[in-house]
């Protein structure tokens, strides 16, 4: 569906009619029996959207496209919704609910720029959900974040268009972090004395977050390839979550005798070695989210007891399994189960003293399940 606003008139595809209702004299439309009007209306009261887009088809029957901004989505879903949204997600992955294309990925080089575009329908869902999120690294030196991104929900129904979420990136981010925490809270030792975590940008800040609600642990410990955001990054999250949070001075430093790794970076070089990790520790790798991206040594998965992806079929076409593969280090075969399998029960978590990496690409359902509470909450 075409939509534009053209002065006092809109059009829907090739449908043209004046805004007051009268005939422009010119319309031309494949939609014989449903010409439509199209109006925007200014803001209406209220901290739920920022805009409205309304259409009626000639049958009486009214669909808003709602536009939410990111301030009132930032209010409404907290680390809690997501956490909720992502079990959601992973359940349905789990019981064959989710129907799911492969990610599309753009990169703009010169700007070190990359774009990523996910989308699923959960059965039984109201709404299906498209994301565009982006991150641009080179956008912190000129005093913009690194990602941004919205997300359109759809009926499910009809296939209209009901909401535009104008979040920034916050819902990918949140459902990232919240993605982190239930791998934590299935496959990491039952006693945490320390967390390693490598990265120290804005996803460093909403896995820490959303670990805490899950779990509680001694102290944090932090490297990151950037070191002006490091002593920031320490200083805040300990204030924020009451956690000792320390700098390490090289990757090894930081990761040796952590009892969990996690692993936030852009990095195209693997950042983690195998023979620095503790026997029992459990890895969670969630920044090598496209085909070029790796932050652990192939060694790492090699070392493995068990190798855990959010998806297998994704995992083998990028991130940190699809490099052991690519190598010869994993088969996709010695491949363990996905985390819905783990969380349902139909795959066997953490078995004692053993070593698991958790490979997190993020998934479409994830967008869509986060995406359905939003709207729910505001729409």
């Known amino acids: 569906m075409r939509v534009a606003d053209l002065g006092g008139i809109a059009t829907i595809g ?8 009268s005939d422009s ?9 449903q010409t439509a009007e199209i109006r925007r209306e200014s803001r209406r009261p209220g901290p739920s959207r920022r805009g409205l887009l309304r259409f009626r088809e000639t049958f009486g029957k009214e669909v808003e496209l709602r536009i939410i901004d990111k301030a009132s989505i930032r209010r409404a879903v907290g680390e809690l919704d997501a956490l909720q949204a992502v079990e959601e997600a992973f359940r349905a992955l789990a019981t064959g609910r989710v129907t799911q294309p492969p990610p599309f990925s753009l990169e703009i080089e010169d700007a070190r720029g990359e774009v990523h575009v996910k989308g699923a329908f959960i059965q039984g869902s109201p709404v299906f959900a498209l994301k565009v999120a982006s991150g641009f690294y080179r956008n912190p030196e000129r005093g913009l974040p690194t990602g941004s991104g919205l997300v359109l929900v759809f009926d499910a129904e009809s296939g209209f ?11 990918t981010e949140a459902r990232t972090g919240a993605a982190g925490a239930l791998s934590l809270r299935l496959l990491a030792p039952e006693r945490l004395e320390r967390i390693a975590v490598i ?4 996803q460093a800040r909403y896995q820490m977050r959303s670990m805490c609600r899950v779990r509680r642990w001694g102290e944090t410990v932090a490297w990151s390839p950037v070191p002006q955001e490091l002593s920031m990054y320490c200083r805040e999250m300990e204030q924020e979550l009451d956690v000792p949070f320390r ?22 070089e693997p950042l983690v070695a195998a023979d620095w990790l503790q026997p029992h520790a459990t890895v969670i790798a969630v920044g090598a989210d496209g085909p070029e991206k790796r932050e652990l040594a192939v060694g790492v998965l090699a070392r493995a007891d068990k190798v855990v992806a959010d998806s297998t079929e994704q995992c083998l076409r990028l991130g940190e399994i699809h490099h052991a593969v690519e190598a010869g280090a994993l088969d996709a075969s010695e491949i363990h189960a996905e985390l819905g399998e783990v969380l349902v029960g139909g795959k066997v978590g953490r078995e004692g003293s053993e070593l698991i990496v958790c490979d997190l690409t993020g998934l479409g359902a ?9 709207w729910e909450l505001l729409a």
């Open 199 to 202: 990265g120290a940008g804005t």
């Open 25 to 33: 004299g010119k319309a031309v439309t494949s939609w014989s029996r």
């Open 14 to 21: 090739n449908c043209l009619q004046c805004q007051d209702g």
């Open 161 to 171: 268009p009901v909401a535009l979420l104008d979040d920034g990136g916050y819902l």
């Open 247 to 268: 700098a390490a001075a090289s990757p090894e430093e930081c990761v040796k005798g952590a009892d969990v790794v996690v692993t936030v970076t852009p990095s195209r």
């Open 366 to 374: 994830q967008d869509a399940a986060i995406a359905q509470v939003a």
